[in-house]
């Protein structure tokens, strides 16, 4: 083995030019599998931490079919004006969510009493969604606190949060006072404490946070929840989180963000598999072109293996000579092609924050996907030399002897 | 004899699968320990032929070949290709060195083939065959930058490096001139006589063949003279 790695280093080492062209080759694909899947990933991370990453992922409700069936009682179908309401609140919401707490896979649990209403300030009136949360946990999964543009968040006694766009079509300013109307007829007045904007119109001008407790009572909710919102740390395993939450408990109705959001999904897989597929091409590029410059070297080298042949060079160890080089090939051209990747991102980072001081969006490089494309090359570089070794094993010497 | 290294009984080669040409019509000879034989013939003669089946890099249609009395003609590839390092030294006309190594380097080669790497030990023998061909002072130096006789000098010390019982050379001055032919001669006969080395080459220059031991004539795949030169 020493034999063979030492007359592979020493092909390698006298063919410079050659040499220094493939292992170009290889730096430059690796470069650009691990800036793409860098890109890509980040990409993507950055989609979905938009699209999600202040929402919840998972949210449970009451089943009012489950509930209907199991009491006719007061709650379960009530009439209201004309028309027939669900009522799909849920009853044992704190003994749910300590169970909820004990899963490791979930980073955030908030409940929430929710109603529709109406407010009113100086004589203008919008229809809102009224919001019973318990700050803190609320918070672990909007992040009101970091999105407030002014006041100070506090849901004690009479004080609501409310959004950017409702404070503006209204003109209500921090510390106003606001009436909130409620479809069961309650009417109530509150201090505004903050206004905060969660980069969604339809939420900024309709959500109103309240107290938790308040909230049930203005909505005749009892020590009842409309439903407990989740968020996980893998977003993905929202699906499968889900459904053995669903199974753990009886009578609820659980959803998750990858139903509601399925197109979004649907292009971020199509997104990683055209990023896949050009990784897949590269990778084959770089293959044929170190099959071929080796191919070609064994030609080079054919009266150097004749020689190795006549003095007992086995077949086996022939061809091991240019598997070898394959392998040295792909090991220095993955080191350099990961450095030129790393180089690639961060040249990614600093060019887009230019203009801004801050990057389009984040890339992270991972180990995790970096050494995966490394191995990768090297068993590709390997794979290719496969080939010429084995036209070095059938060299015959007494032809290479014979003619010179 | 009793000291016999080589023998060939009836040896026949043909190449060719549809139509068959036979280069060696049965061949058999033996060739005693520490001889210095030289083979001569015109070219065609099947002296070449001869001298790779000997030196097992070929294996013969139809005979036998004998090493110190096994049969090796039979053995598989690998099974040659370790019998070659271990008791055969080649000498090539073009010398064939590896330009990529220096001439200490290509010396050990068949070290580094037997053992994988060279010991301290193995490279005091291959200084001490430079020296004996008389090239000390150019070890270091890449095989590129020696001369033809240089490196068929080179190329000897390569063939010594494993102890081989026998030394195969094909016209092993084919490629060099009279001055640097009479100095590689003496270089064979010093090996001869020293360590006692058996010599077979194929060689065109009759000052070599008339200064061997031993002169073997071929002709269209046949010997047709086998004599001993009278020693001065």
């Not at chain 1, 019973?132 to 606190?145: H, T």
């Not at chain 1, 109103?208 to 009572?217: P, V």
């Not at chain 1, 939450?245 to 959803?255: L, P, T, V």
């Amino acid at each position: 083995m020493i034999f063979e790695w030492k007359v592979a280093v020493r092909f390698l080492k006298e063919g410079k030019g050659q040499t220094l062209f493939i292992l170009l080759g290889i730096t430059v694909g690796v470069g650009v599998m691990v800036f793409l899947n860098t890109l890509i990933t980040g990409l993507q991370d950055n989609m979905i931490d938009k699209a999600i990453g202040d929402s919840p992922h998972i949210w449970i409700s009451g089943d009012a079919d489950f509930y209907q069936l199991k009491d006719t009682g007061e709650n379960s179908q009530s009439a209201r004006g004309n028309f027939t309401v669900k009522d799909t609140s849920l009853g044992d919401w704190e003994l749910i969510e300590e169970i909820l707490k004990e899963r490791e896979e979930i980073s955030a649990i908030s409940p929430v009493a929710e109603g529709n209403g109406f407010v009113t300030k100086s004589g203008q009136t919008s229809p809102v969604l009224v919001r019973g949360v318990d700050l803190e946990k609320a918070d672990a999964i909007y992040k009101i606190n970091d999105r407030l543009i002014d006041g100070t968040a506090s849901l004690h006694g009479n004080y609501v949060i409310i959004g950017k766009e409702l404070a503006e079509e209204n003109e209500i300013v921090v510390n106003d006072l606001i009436t909130i109307q409620l479809a069961n007829g309650t009417t109530q007045t509150f201090t505004v404490s903050a206004i905060f904007d969660l980069e969604n119109k339809s939420v900024n001008s309709s959500w109103i946070f309240m107290d938790l407790s308040r909230a049930q009572k203005l909505l005749g909710l009892r020590n009842k929840v409309s439903r407990i919102e989740m968020q996980v740390h893998d977003v993905f395993t929202a699906e499968d989180v889900m459904t053995s939450i669903a199974n753990r408990f009886e009578g609820i109705q659980a959803e998750n963000w990858m139903e509601s959001n399925a197109s979004l999904l649907t292009a971020l897989q199509s997104q990683r598999q055209s990023s896949l597929m050009i990784q897949a091409f590269v990778l084959l590029a770089v293959t044929l072109g170190i099959s071929s410059v080796l191919a070609v070297s064994v030609v080079q080298k054919s009266k150097q293996l004749g020689i190795l042949k006549a003095m007992g060079t086995k077949s086996r160890s022939a061809s091991r000579i240019f598997l070898f080089q394959g392998g040295l090939l792909g090991i220095v051209g993955s080191a350099l092609g990961a450095g030129l990747g790393i180089g690639l991102v961060k040249g990614f980072l600093w060019g887009t924050s230019l203009k801004t001081g801050v990057p389009l969006f984040p890339l992270h490089l991972k180990a995790g996907s970096v050494i995966p494309i490394c191995v990768l090359a090297v068993a590709a570089c390997t794979i290719a030399a496969f080939l010429p070794a084995r036209k070095s094993s059938k060299l015959n010497p007494v032809e290479v002897i014979r003619h010179g | 004899m009793d000291n016999v290294v080589l023998e060939a009984r009836n040896i026949k080669k043909s190449y060719g699968t549809t139509v068959k040409t036979e280069i060696l019509h049965g061949i058999s000879f033996s060739l005693a320990e520490g001889e210095f034989v030289s083979i001569i013939g015109y070219s065609g003669s099947g002296k070449s032929t001869l001298l790779n089946i000997l030196g097992a890099l070929d294996t013969p249609t139809s005979g036998e070949v004998l090493f110190k009395g096994q049969e090796y003609g039979n053995m598989s590839e690998d099974q040659l290709a370790e019998f070659r390092n271990q008791n055969m030294g080649f000498i090539f006309q073009f010398h064939h060195l590896l330009p990529e190594f220096t001439a200490i380097e290509n010396v050990l080669i068949p070290t580094w083939i037997k053992m994988g790497n060279a010991s301290k030990k193995h490279v005091n023998r291959a200084k001490e065959l430079l020296e004996l061909v008389g090239l000390k002072d150019y070890m270091h130096h890449k095989s590129t930058n020696l001369s033809g006789g240089q490196q068929q000098r080179v190329a000897i010390a390569r063939a010594l490096i494993n102890n081989p019982a026998v030394l195969l050379g094909d016209e092993p001055t084919g490629n060099l001139d009279t001055e640097t032919t009479e100095q590689v001669y003496e270089l064979f006969r010093n090996i001869n006589k020293e360590l006692g080395t058996t010599i077979l080459i194929v060689t065109h220059n009759d000052q070599i063949a008339a200064k061997s031991d031993r002169v073997i004539e071929m002709k269209d795949g046949n010997i047709i003279r086998d004599y001993y030169n009278i020693q001065t």
